[in-house]
């Protein structure tokens, strides 16, 4: 779940199980700068418009321990200004032409994007270049930029119970993987991020031999390399990246459980995470058989399998959900959400949530219901083609986590190719309660009141 | 028998988008809609609006609306919910519905391959939805949920504050979700007023983008609205301005306060609007650039994001701004909040913040209409406003026609430093 420089992100959708990349007919073109910066071009000619995303192969999960939130810290340094532009001015002299820009950063990587008029590519990729070696940054900027990043953990995650939860869940749910550590941060380390961290990590990660570069709308790809050969070609690749092999989860044997109570919880709900297996290269045929089972067992407010049940049959829930979204390095996680009823306590809600993933077990998937989500994945082909800023994401993400481009293209027919079988076998495998974190969120107990 | 069509074409190019051609059609039946042909890619986005939206509730049936409206794709004509979701989802069409102040909004992406069964089924929910007892109790459910969520939420908390304080009695000054007690009581008949008052034929807005054509359009937009009422429930009555200057702190556990601070806004036909428009983009926009987001984010780490708007409604025009703060920073934020606002009430802005601003707007415009969807909500979206059909090509024209002294004289009538209202949902230090 990545996290951005600037409030108003109006850029991507959360996030979407069944978002898929079209196979055939892809407009996309890929080459390789001799500084090793890989580039991706997909055409949109519809509209005179451009994205320029820079995607570096660094996120929080590749922070030293004990720096929590430095890549997210760094992100927004990196608008601070360079040898060649004044402070704050990056994102002024953008904005001037009519464009907009931001960033994002999550545990695998930390990208950076412009939004403008075609025809203004060349102006922007200059931008962009000129800060991947050039960053210049003041002690005032680092310590200024601080308290941001701090007022931002605050409104995202201090204020909201549900997000405290999550971070709560994460932390348990992995045990010595760094993904159990939060994007933006611990607090108290966060507090410590110095200007040296900063540039360290900087110096070290940034790179074009780090990094994909994905041009996405109304540009041809010859166009395209003479403008990345001319801004990017120049910058010196990093010597000595190592493969991002970070510590492993070891066998998980234990249920983990945990109690937020929090007086500003106005609806309590159970939240359940177990690990489960991500996407790998040239193998996604369990993580596109996970995908469709979250979008069997939660994808819907109405049809899905814990909705009919909870919702409509047994009337114990005002809402569920499922969600799995495998696109990650490392281990991923499938989760199952449930707000009950008035009147249902969590203890109930939980037992009955666990004897609907139980039948399920027994029962398998409803064929006609598989039958719709192909036709979904289908349909979600000739949607995706109207959002070329999603494309991009989809091509840039999936490349920073190491997939091919066959693999980003083939993820389709991937999903569409799972069958029964395949979902049984994988929900069979993912649903052991040994990998899982079971939350719940409550509010405080009062003097005298029984508790649930 | 074959109905005449009567489509016709006003075709506008808006530059730097050559291609982009805005067709005005207007069915056999009457029913007029904006179209922006592309048959790149197989499907269409149509929207509609209905104007008046949650406005038209009682007060006694507060939230018959928005919950009408939750309840549109719950089973209509034969199908129950689990009927209908399974036909929508067997077609891959995505069926979406809203209600607001001013309108009931309808959204839709549906494939050309099975065009007219998505539209049969948009249709059935639109003129023959059930609202089975069953449905209604359990969506019902749901808002009370929504509402209870709601009373904990410190941004809903404060534009509740705010909005009670500035229109008072009339609708605007409620929640259109309603009130735990007035949810509880809505009857199966109230959500059939609601429905028959609020999507009816003379309020109806309709833009489609995408693979069809006009006479297409035509003939579907008859098929699929034509039985609706002729007319609904009568709109509102313009909302008086209530809100007096000052500060209003609503107590609320929570490390960082949530601030809605504003005063009357300017109407969105005022000759004055552009530069007014352009004012608060310099002063408030979201971007990193502008005065506010400078001030009190990149100069003194006090909040994550601030933002100003000119918020235009049916009934009453509002120019609002939020921010959150941690509790003992949100004293100095207000502080710097009100110095700007003076600032810009008395000296206006700078010739080279007019000049960027209206480069970054006018530059920034064509590229909204960048995809269907995107296309069909900005084309609905102008209709609701009233604008003319070539709006998209005179609207920066008229951004670039605001002088600094326009800015000037506009600033001292727009910003009004000493009618600022603060409202503070936490527990600020010092306020």
């Known amino acids: ?20 990349s079209f196979a055939s007919a892809d407009p996309v073109t890929s080459f390789t700068l001799e500084n090793g910066l890989q580039v991706v071009v997909i055409e949109d000619h519809r509209a005179p418009v451009v994205v320029q995303m820079i995607w570096y192969r660094v996120g929080a999960a590749d922070e030293p321990r004990g720096h929590s939130g430095i890549a997210h810290f760094l992100e927004h340094l990196l608008f601070k200004g360079t040898d060649k532009i004044g402070p704050n001015e990056f994102s002024a002299i953008v904005e001037a032409q009519g464009g907009d820009d931001n960033a994002f950063t999550s545990w695998d990587y930390t990208a950076y994007f412009q939004r403008i008029a075609a025809d203004r590519l060349d102006l922007v990729m200059g931008l962009e270049a000129n800060r991947m070696r050039n960053l210049r ?3 005032e900027d680092v310590a200024t930029e601080r308290e941001v990043i701090l007022e931002e953990r605050g409104q995202r995650t201090d204020s909201n119970p549900g997000s405290l939860l999550s971070e709560q ?6 045990m010595n993987h760094p993904y159990g550590i939060p994007i933006i941060g611990w607090r108290h380390e966060m507090e410590q991020l110095s200007r040296d961290d900063a540039l360290s990590y900087y110096e070290r990660f940034y790179a074009p031999n780090n990094a994909t570069l994905v041009i996405a709308g109304d540009v041809f790809p010859e166009d395209v390399k003479v403008l990345a050969e001319k801004h990017y070609g120049p910058l010196a690749p990093s010597e000595g990246l190592l493969p991002r092999d970070r510590p492993q989860e070891p066998p998980q044997l234990a249920e983990r459980r945990i109690t937020l109570a929090d007086e500003r919880v106005s609806e309590p709900y159970v939240f359940r995470t177990y690990l489960a297996p991500e996407r790998d290269p040239g193998n996604q045929a369990e993580a596109a058989a996970l995908t469709v089972l979250a979008e069997l067992l939660g994808g819907s407010g109405q049809t899905s399998v814990l909705a009919r049940a909870l919702q409509f049959d047994r009337k114990i829930a005002v809402y569920s959900s499922a969600f799995y979204n495998g696109t990650g390095i490392d281990d991923a996680t499938f989760g199952l959400i449930l707000v009950p009823a008035v009147d ?9 949530m666990d004897q609907v993933i139980a039948d399920f077990l027994k029962t398998g998937p409803d064929p006609a219901a598989l039958e719709r989500i192909r ?10 083609r109207d959002d070329v800023n999603a494309l991009a994401r989809r091509y840039g993400e999936g490349l920073s986590v190491g997939l091919s481009i066959a693999d980003i293209e083939s993820w389709d027919a991937a999903l569409s190719a799972v069958t029964e079988a395949d979902v049984m076998a994988a929900a069979t495998k993912v649903f052991d309660r040994r990998n899982a974190v079971t939350g719940w969120l409550t509010r405080p107990v009062a003097e005298g009141e029984a508790q649930e | 028998m074959i109905r005449a069509l009567f489509a016709c074409l006003v075709a506008f190019a808006v530059p730097a988008h050559a291609e982009m051609k805005i067709q005005e059609v207007t069915s056999p039946g009457g029913i007029t809609a904006w179209l922006v042909e592309d048959h790149n890619i197989p499907f269409t986005a149509l929207e509609i609006r209905f104007r008046g939206g949650t406005s038209l509730d009682t007060p006694d049936t507060r939230g018959a609306v928005n919950l009408m409206t939750a309840l549109i794709e719950e089973g209509a004509g034969d199908m129950d919910s689990l009927a209908f979701a399974e036909a929508r989802d067997s077609l891959a069409a995505e069926l979406g519905f809203g209600a607001y102040d001013d ?10 391959e099975n065009r007219d069964q998505a539209m049969d089924l948009l249709r059935q929910a639109l003129i023959n939805p059930r609202f089975d007892q069953d449905a209604v109790d359990r969506v019902r459910e749901q808002v009370l949920s929504i509402l209870r969520s709601n009373e904990k939420d410190p941004d809903t908390l404060a534009s509740e504050a705010f909005n009670a304080l500035a229109f008072g009695d009339h609708p605007y000054g409620s929640s259109g979700d309603g009130t735990t007690a007035t949810v509880t009581a809505l009857t199966r008949d109230d959500i059939l007023a609601a429905h028959k008052g609020a999507l009816a034929r003379d309020r109806i807005y309709v833009a489609a983008a995408g693979d069809i054509t006009a006479d297409e359009l035509g003939t579907l937009l008859d098929r699929l609205l034509g039985d609706l009422p002729a007319t609904g429930t009568p709109m509102p009555a313009r909302a008086d301005w209530l809100l007096a200057p000052g500060v209003t702190v609503t107590d609320f556990p929570t490390p960082q306060s949530t601030v809605l601070f504003g005063h009357v806004g300017i109407p969105r036909d005022d000759p004055d609007f552009f530069a007014a428009f352009i004012l608060n983009e310099v002063l408030g926009g979201g971007r990193f650039t502008a005065r506010l987001m400078s001030e009190v984010r990149e100069k003194r780490g006090l909040t994550y994001g601030i933002g100003t708007y000119l918020a235009s409604l049916d009934h009453s025009e ?6 959150s703060a941690s509790n003992d920073k949100v004293a100095e934020a207000v502080a710097v909040l009100r110095s700007e606002w003076a600032r810009i009430a008395t000296e206006g802005i700078t010739e080279a913040e007019l000049a960027t601003t209206k480069t970054y707007l006018t530059g920034s415009y064509p590229l909204r209409f960048d995809g269907n969807g995107s296309i069909a909500s900005i084309l609905v979206g102008m209709q609701m406003e009233g604008l003319p059909i070539d709006y998209a090509v005179t609207r920066n024209a008229q951004i670039e026609a605001v002088t600094l002294q326009d800015a000037k004289r506009v600033a001292a009538r727009v910003f009004l430093p000493e009618a600022l209202h603060v409202v503070v949902v936490g527990q600020p230090d010092g306020l």
């Open chain 1, 1 to 20: 779940m990545p996290i951005r420089t600037g409030p108003v992100a109006t850029l991507f959708a959360a996030f979407a199980a069944l978002s898929a």
């Open chain 1, 137 to 139: 940054l003041t002690e």
């Open chain 1, 169 to 174: 869940m994460r932390a348990a749910q992995f």
């Open chain 1, 344 to 352: 249902i306590t969590l203890e109930t809600a939980e037992d009955e």
């Open chain 1, 375 to 384: 036709m979904q994945i289908r349909a979600g082909d000739i949607y995706a």
């Open chain 2, 103 to 112: 309108s009931v909004s309808v959204s839709a992406r549906f494939l050309t």
């Open chain 2, 318 to 323: 509002m120019l609002l701004g939020q921010f």
